[in-house]
């Protein structure tokens, strides 16, 4: 494993081994991770960066969770049956992610894309680590990730969160208000201890991983207007 | 980065776990079955497990084989979600239910193949680090030439990733396949002496290798601690079935 000397910093790494095979330097393109509950309008923010850089005329491909050709299907399926042990989810997950890193992320850019990651690999640490997963072992595990040029976590208060959920959806997501994990039988309850949990996961890994904390309980112009004023600044750096 | 792994008589489970490891046609598999025929003629608790069985990750497995979609990193993260899955939801269950659990294959098997296919030794083991070790791994030791004859004599149609081809070690499958094994033989070797391996000599006939198993597995392990306690109980549905006669022994009492 090559490790960066303090006075050497790469511009490009991969967290950990990478992938085998790949050399980072090659890798022209920009990558940003968008992280952050659902309703905190990550998909939106995500639409309105993809036509903002378009019409600048930079070509983007976008990457999320549970979209890989191998094991997407699968692992809706074993979700819907809720059947999966906590180990076998987070290593499901990461093959899911490891499959669009090599297939999509890592081939858009080496040709010069700007890949927009609707989440990547810190929900998913997060999750697993509110699932009571060791951390340093998700740590190795993701060692294969590419660190992102950026990497923008959307805040939003979790009483908030519920008010942008129901507005949508009408309810409440099991998933994203951690039932599994037997916290209360009430959905409402169990979504903001969920929520709750998750943050303070993201706070824990914001020790280690670089990311930008954005406030999201802001109206969409303005936490659009912020993330293209960073995302400018990052593209135009080089 | 990891505690030093420890088996499950270690970590104090009243089951204990035997697993087999070995080359494609070392006869591994028959020698399980073998042992698993022995102790269960003897009443004891006995569970069985395979590599790559889990019915959850078997479809996404299948797909990625047969479309050659696996690169080394996919194709170890499947297997080891297969594994998690059949550790976590059998294994363990089983082993604290106090039963004698058969791996066909274990974790060495990820650790020799994904290591010949690229991947950091660390990285995986640190994956399968949840994993807690056998009290008893068998390894079927036989010459490369002979482990290749056998198989390359039964079933000549060979699997894409079976030989090894994603390595692109030979255009032609049979000698990616010569290659790819005689590698894994490596590896098995090198990690031979750190996991306290009973290396078996698979050259010999497979029943004179049985009386070995056997006579290892009763000097390493109590048997007589894994009798089952009277007969099977019965299935739900004929449990319900019985209830519904009136108890005699009641009727006798009131009167």
Redesign the interface.
Known sequence: MRKPSPTEVPSRRFYGHGIPGVNPAELAGKLIAVEGADGSGRSTQIAQLVAWLETSGRPTVQVGLKRSTLVSAELEKAQEGNILSRTTLALFYATDFADQLENIILPALRAGFIVLADRYIYTLMARDMVRGMDEAWLKNLYGIALEPDGVFYLSVEPLELVQRNLAKSATLDYWESGMDLGFSPDLFDSFLKYQGRMEEAFKQLQKSYDFEMIDANRPVEAVTRDLRKKISILLNGD | ??SPMKTFAELGFPGRLIAVEGLDGSGKSTQIYLLKRWLELQGLKVFFSEWNSST??K??TS??KKRE??????FS??H??DF??R???QLVPFLRAGYIVLCDRYIFTAFARDTV????P??VR??Y??AALPDLVFFFKTPLEISLQRILDGRPKLKFFEAGMDLHLSTDIYESFRIFQGRILEQYLAMSREFNFMVMDANQRAEIQQVLVRKLVKENIDLAGFKRQGPLPLPPAVRKAKKVEPPELVAEEEA
Not at chain 2, 69 to 74: D, E, I, K, V, W
Not at chain 2, 117 to 120: M, N, T
């Open positions: 980065m990891y959850l990750v479809n996404a797909k990625g979609l696996l690169s080394p990193t996919t993260l499947i080891a979600t998690a899955d550790y976590e939801r296919r690229g991947c950091p660390e990285w640190g994956i680090s949840f």
